[in-house]
T-cell receptor, first 113, second 115 residues
Framework: KNQVEQSPQSLIILEGKNCTLQ??????????LRWYKQDTGRGPVSLTI?????NTKSNGRYTATLDADTKQSSLHITASQLSDSASYIC????????????FGIGTKLQVIP | EAQVTQNPRYLITVTGKKLTVTCSQN?????MSWYRQDPGLGLRQIYY???????DKGDVPEGYKVSRKEKRNFPLILESPSPNQTSLYFC??????????????FGPGTRLTVT
């Protein structure tokens, strides 16, 4: 069964600090991995997309890494801002298409002043 | 502006009263999908559509119907809603799923409560 596990479930950090969120997956065959940011009550917004051959992808202060051998990914947030407070969801697609997507439960990040 | 719209945004209804949640996208995307999001469970796919008149079940299709008569619209139909369908629903669209690195756009969500 395809699974995506994220850790930690929740995290509180001080504004300006860095943090790293983790994603482990057992999806097979692997197609791509995405990180989404979801503000409370709103739709997810894509941050990064990585395929098998990519091991790092950046989007501003967000940097995602992928280790396809160990089936692990991380999302690093640099110099956090209050607006980074949200849930971060790891999503892994199987096969060559979009039909089979598995979502992680997400990590709820709170950035405090 | 490229977007996915859903209506209504909030809905409170009673058990058994048929309802439809509309979804529309203005990006000429072939692929559309419906998800529900529940606390502690993450997003789960209900139905998806690869193109007009082509739909298929996701992971949790029971109690739902969809149709894709036009490329831009993908309504979600609950013929006889039950309390366990109380959830936050998202519609999403993207270009052809044959492209590996494509963007998926989500709508703003519909919060449904069935009493």
């Amino acid at each position: 069964k395809n699974q995506v596990e994220q850790s930690p479930q929740s995290l509180i950090i001080l504004e300006g600090k860095n943090c790293t969120l983790q994603c482990n997956y057992t999806v097979s065959p692997f197609s791509n991995l995405r990180w989404y940011k979801q503000d409370t009550g709103r739709g997810p917004v894509s941050l990064t997309i990585m395929t098998f051959s990519e091991n790092t992808k950046s989007n501003g202060r967000y940097t995602a890494t992928l280790d396809a051998d160990t089936k692990q990914s991380s999302l690093h947030i640099t110099a956090s801002q209050l607006s980074d407070s949200a849930s971060y969801i790891c999503v892994v697609s199987a096969g060559g298409g979009y039909q089979k997507v598995t979502f992680g439960i997400g990590t709820k990040l709170q950035v405090i002043p | 502006e490229a977007q996915v719209t859903q209506n209504p945004r909030y809905l409170i209804t009673v058990t058994g009263k048929k309802l439809t949640v509309t979804c529309s996208q203005n990006m000429n995307h072939e692929y559309m999908s419906w998800y529900r999001q529940d606390p502690g469970l993450g997003l789960r796919q209900i139905y998806y559509s690869m193109n007009v008149e082509v739909t298929d079940k996701g992971d949790v299709p029971e109690g739902y119907k969809v149709s894709r008569k036009e490329k831009r619209n993908f309504p979600l139909i609950l013929e006889s809603p039950s309390p366990n369908q109380t959830s936050l629903y998202f519609c999403a669209s993207s270009l052809s799923p044959g492209l590996v690195s494509y963007e998926q756009y989500f709508g703003p969500g519909t919060r449904l409560t069935v009493t």
